[in-house]
């Protein structure tokens, strides 16, 4: 594939869909990701885009090899092409017990010099493909916090978040997705600010002595929940599922607080939502109201 994982375990969920095609054992699918020598053309992981891409391209390129396998087994057998079916990783002569695995069909790719000289060679499939439809996925998330109002901080104590991601090829990377996409939401909502100083332009927050990051005491446990209904934009039905976490954790976060603080006169709060920044909020409302 010439794209390459940001940690969305591209390595398993794209074996998976070629162990699921092509009926072949996980541990003898090797994938190699961003290799130029093979692979001219690629883009990068982002967007919300692999696994959709992946789902068509890798649909498409394992068809062509069945294709091209069900063309040779029918020389191996001496039949029709069209009475060659395939199965479970093998292809049988319609109403017989004869059969060929799909790697003994690629052997005799190989090796045999007496097939036409189209089906020669490794057993190969290629595709690249754009799809220009998307597949826009949905989700909700709530979000419960504890505002100090003597000093600010704010504690997130319960969190909870549900996505429609179409057709969930692994879930457990899917949840993994979600948590690691929400606590970057919830860094930015709370810590993350990239400050430069006006008066010069020198980045004040140059290293993470300077710029705050969410830790494991930052999150609460987190409650993620999987909805699939299938997108109609590609093969397997996938929506996204790398940016649910992210994009509803600002709003849900920030808004939590906003409304922890409404009975104080506090309508807004710009990220990040610091101590000190909740703190002046409470209190310039307190002042507002003082007038």
Same mark, same amino acid.
């Given at each position: 594939?010439?794209?390459?994982?940001?940690?969305?375990?591209?390595?398993?969920?794209?074996?998976?869909?070629?162990?699921?095609?092509?009926?072949?054992?996980?541990?003898?699918?090797?994938?190699?990701?961003?290799?130029?020598?093979?692979?001219?053309?690629?883009?990068?992981?982002?967007? *919300?885009?692999? =696994?959709?891409?992946?789902?068509?391209?890798?649909?498409?390129?394992?068809?062509?090899?069945?294709?091209?396998?069900?063309?040779?087994?029918?020389?191996?057998?001496?039949?029709?092409?069209?009475?060659?079916?395939?199965?479970?990783?093998?292809?049988?002569?319609?109403?017989?017990?004869?059969?060929?695995?799909?790697?003994?069909?690629?052997?005799?790719?190989?090796?045999?010099?007496?097939?036409?000289?189209?089906?020669?060679?490794?057993?190969?499939?290629?595709?690249?493909?754009?799809?220009?439809?998307?597949?826009?996925?949905? *989700?909700?998330?709530?979000?419960?916090?504890?505002?100090?109002?003597?000093?600010?901080?704010?504690?997130?104590?319960?969190?909870?978040?549900?996505?429609?991601?179409?057709?969930?090829?692994?879930?457990?990377?899917?949840?993994?997705?979600?948590?690691?996409?929400?606590?970057?939401?919830?860094?930015?909502?709370?810590?993350?600010?990239?400050?430069?100083?006006?008066?010069?332009?020198?980045?004040?927050?140059?290293?993470? =002595?300077?710029?705050? =990051?969410?830790?494991?005491?930052?999150?609460?446990?987190?409650?993620?929940?999987?909805?699939?209904?299938?997108?109609?934009?590609?093969?397997?039905?996938?929506?996204? *599922?790398?940016?649910?976490?992210?994009?509803?954790?600002?709003?849900?976060?920030?808004?939590?607080?906003?409304?922890?603080?409404?009975?104080? *006169?506090?309508?807004?709060?710009? =990220?990040?939502?610091?101590?000190?920044?909740?703190?002046?909020?409470?209190?310039?409302?307190?002042?507002?109201?003082?007038?």
């Amino acid at each position: 594939m010439g794209t390459i994982s940001s940690g969305q375990g591209h390595e398993t969920s794209f074996a998976q869909l070629v162990t699921q095609w092509l009926d072949v054992p996980f541990d003898s699918v090797v994938y190699v990701a961003h290799d130029t020598a093979r692979v001219a053309a690629g883009g990068g992981s982002h967007s *919300g885009r692999s =696994m959709k891409l992946a789902a068509t391209i890798i649909g498409e390129a394992t068809d062509d090899i069945i294709d091209k396998g069900r063309r040779i087994a029918s020389l191996l057998f001496e039949t029709g092409e069209i009475d060659i079916e395939f199965d479970r990783g093998r292809y049988r002569v319609a109403g017989t017990d004869r059969e060929v695995g799909l790697f003994e069909v690629a052997a005799a790719a190989a090796m045999r010099k007496d097939l036409p000289a189209d089906l020669q060679g490794p057993l190969a499939g290629i595709s690249d493909q754009t799809l220009p439809v998307a597949s826009f996925p949905y *989700g909700a998330q709530i979000c419960e916090v504890e505002v100090d109002p003597d000093t600010g901080e704010v504690a997130i104590v319960r969190y909870a978040a549900v996505d429609d991601v179409g057709r969930a090829v692994n879930p457990l990377i899917l949840h993994g997705q979600t948590h690691g996409g929400i606590a970057q939401g919830v860094g930015q909502a709370l810590l993350e600010n990239c400050y430069y100083e006006p008066q010069s332009g020198q980045l004040l927050a140059a290293s993470f =002595m300077d710029y705050a =990051m969410p830790r494991a005491d930052t999150l609460p446990f987190l409650t993620t929940a999987l909805s699939e209904v299938p997108a109609p934009s590609n093969r397997l039905g996938v929506r996204s *599922g790398g940016e649910g976490g992210t994009t509803p954790a600002l709003a849900a976060v920030i808004n939590a607080i906003v409304d922890a603080l409404a009975e104080l *006169g506090v309508s807004h709060i710009e =990220m990040p939502a610091t101590p000190e920044r909740v703190w002046r909020a409470i209190r310039a409302a307190h002042s507002a109201a003082g007038r």
